[in-house]
């Protein structure tokens, strides 16, 4: 299983940006797809996943009602809509999959098994 992320850049705070995650898997929709990153000095965190396209989706608190989370299962692509950006979302951020995965652990990073590369969000004036 491969993930490819892509759509990090440089930003201005109040911008948007869209993150895909694509995955080489044969049954895309019944997967959990899952977003992490992690900043400067800290540690990965937990910011959003879509359980198994049951229409299920979790956030974390300091993400919810700005980032969407969002698949293609024909795509086979995953997405996070990040909206009004601000500097402490400067991060590296991961896309992350399991079909394991059960929905109690959906934000226990150690639930996924496979994770993408890591794409770049700064987001700066």
């Known amino acids: 299983v491969q993930l490819q992320a892509s759509g990090g850049g440089l930003v201005q705070p109040g911008d948007s940006l869209r993150l895909s995650c694509a995955a080489s898997?044969?049954?895309?929709?019944?997967?959990?797809m899952g977003w992490f990153r992690r900043a400067p000095g800290k540690e990965r965190e937990f910011l959003a996943a879509?359980?198994?396209?049951?229409?299920?989706?979790s956030y974390t608190d300091s993400v919810k009602g700005r980032f969407i989370i969002s698949r293609d299962n024909a795509k086979k692509t995953v997405y996070l809509q990040m909206n009004n950006l601000k500097p402490e979302d400067t991060a590296v951020y991961f896309c992350?999959?399991?079909?394991?995965?059960?929905?109690?652990?959906?934000?226990?990073?150690?639930?996924?098994?496979?994770w993408g590369q890591g794409t770049l969000v700064t987001v700066s004036s």
């Open positions: 898997v044969r049954t895309f929709s019944g997967w959990t």
């Open positions: 879509d359980f198994r396209s049951t229409g299920s989706t």
């Open positions: 992350a999959a399991s079909n394991r995965l059960i929905y109690s652990t959906l934000h226990n990073q150690n639930a996924y098994h496979y």
